[in-house]
């Protein structure tokens, strides 16, 4: 599992907002049309024959294969909003031609997971948002980059109202079964003692 910056602002357009409520992320370089399924040296033929040369084609063909081929399905990716970070895990690349008008056809989906505020990043972590470059690949795992805690402080709250709906559904099976025995038993004893835990657990 790899950690991905990627800034929000493909073709130049920030699309934060997009990135956010549509969950997915995007880069720019639309003319290359689709790649889905090429490698690096398609990507460098394709930028040449758009003109690119010499290190703009270095540069460029870095950017755009580390979307296309070196992100994988799972890897985790970090997208600063001012001084918040959103952190999510990212699908496969896809090419959506209805975005051509937006500049931003490739693209990848992602599930987003937490915000966490950017002084509260590891070191490396705020280094690693501050590059400049449209899309950098983090050298750390996920263990040494500090996110876990971040991300297991959020899967254990999701566990939190997870359990709690269970346990209220639980609830509201049981009181539902006091109920039926307390109107409906022919044993005076059980309506008694059903009326006595309804009335109990509604103070």
């Known amino acids: 599992m790899s950690i991905f910056m990627l800034r929000s602002k493909p073709h ?4 934060i907002d997009h990135f956010l409520t549509k969950n997915e992320i995007a880069i720019g370089w639309s003319e290359t049309g689709d790649l889905t399924g090429f490698n690096k040296e398609d990507i460098r033929n394709v930028l040449s024959d758009l003109g ?4 703009s084609l270095s540069t460029n063909l870095g950017l ?3 979307f296309i ?3 994988k399905n799972g890897d985790v990716v970090l997208i600063r909003e001012k001084e918040i970070v959103h952190v999510g895990f990212i699908g496969d690349y896809k090419w959506k031609k209805e975005y051509e008008d937006k500049f931003m056809t490739h693209t990848r989906p992602v599930e987003w997971k937490v915000d966490i505020p950017f002084n509260e990043l590891s070191a490396s972590m705020q280094s690693l948002l501050k590059n400049i470059r449209t899309i950098c690949k983090s050298k750390e795992s996920l263990e040494e980059s500090g996110l876990v805690q971040h991300l297991s402080k959020d899967y254990l709250e999701e566990e939190k109202v997870s359990m709690k709906l269970d346990n209220d559904e ?3 099976e049981a009181i539902d079964v006091l109920r039926t025995l307390m109107k409906g038993s022919e044993d005076e004893t059980i309506r008694l003692e059903a009326t006595k835990e ?6």
Do not use: A
């Open 198 to 203: 309804l009335l109990r657990h509604l103070k």
């Open 52 to 55: 690119y040369q010499g290190q």
């Open 64 to 66: 755009v294969n580390s």
């Open 69 to 71: 081929n070196e992100m």
């Open 170 to 172: 639980i609830l509201n």
């Open 12 to 15: 130049n357009i920030e699309r």
